[in-house]
Every structure is written in structure tokens, then in C-alpha cells.
Nanobody, 120 residues
Framework: QVQLVESGGGLVQTGGSLRLSCAAS????????MGWFRQAPGKERELVAR???????NYADSVKGRFTISRDNAKNTVYLQMNSLNADDAAVYYC??????????????WGQGTQVTVSS
């Protein structure tokens, strides 16, 4: 069973930065794509960013140029660096583990989520 544990969420002012981390266990981390999703109140869960096992990345248009996804296979951890945060970024952020190495496989596992709040 794969376990994903997110950390790094919290309260930040508009224009500030946060770095989310997701520690994975239960399978060979380096072989699988990973991603970050978010869900704001009253909205559907949406993709934020994803990274393949080889390091190829894909971002939602709304975060391009502000967010960076990365992974450290030695630490079994995926990160989401978020800069220039605004009110639209406030949401619960979920770590996702895909079923294969490509970002175009399906999400197989979810973390419990971490709250990001942006204050003006």
C-alpha cells in the first residue's frame, strides 16, 4: 500500500511563497509519476502540476511561471514550490501518485491533503 504524506501548507500573505512536500512510501518511488492537485471550496479538484519518473513536467496554465514541481528520488519526496501566491491559489493541496512512469497514466493514490490559505 502506497502512503503519501503532505506537509508545508499554511497561511501566507498575497505575493508570498510556500513549499509543499510529499513523502511517499510503499513502492519504488523513482519509477512512478507524481503530481499535485488542489481543491477550493465549492470547486472540483484540479491538476496543478505533475512530473514523470524521468523528470518531465506539466503545469496548469494558472500556475505556469509561478509554481515548480520537482522530485528527489533519494528521499522519495516530491515538492511543489509556490511563488507569487494569490487568493485564487487558496485550496487544499493533494499529492498524487500515478500508476505508471508517465504523467498520462491514471492517479492511483492520494495523500490526505494540506491546506494553503492566502491572506490579503
Amino acid at each position: 500500500q502506497v502512503q503519501l504524506v503532505e506537509s508545508g501548507g499554511g497561511l501566507v500573505q498575497t505575493g508570498g511563497s510556500l513549499r509543499l512536500s510529499c513523502a511517499a512510501s510503499g513502492r519504488a518511488f523513482s519509477f512512478y509519476a507524481m503530481g499535485w492537485f488542489r481543491q477550493a471550496p465549492g470547486k472540483e479538484r484540479e491538476l496543478v502540476a505533475r512530473i514523470s519518473s524521468g523528470g518531465s513536467t506539466n503545469y496548469a496554465d494558472s500556475v505556469k511561471g509561478r509554481f515548480t514541481i520537482s522530485r528527489d528520488n533519494a528521499k522519495n519526496t516530491v515538492y511543489l514550490q509556490m511563488n507569487s501566491l494569490n487568493a485564487d491559489d487558496a485550496a487544499v493541496y493533494y499529492c498524487a501518485a500515478y500508476s505508471g512512469s508517465s504523467i498520462f497514466t491514471r492517479v492511483a493514490y492520494w495523500g490526505q491533503g494540506t491546506q494553503v490559505t492566502v491572506s490579503s
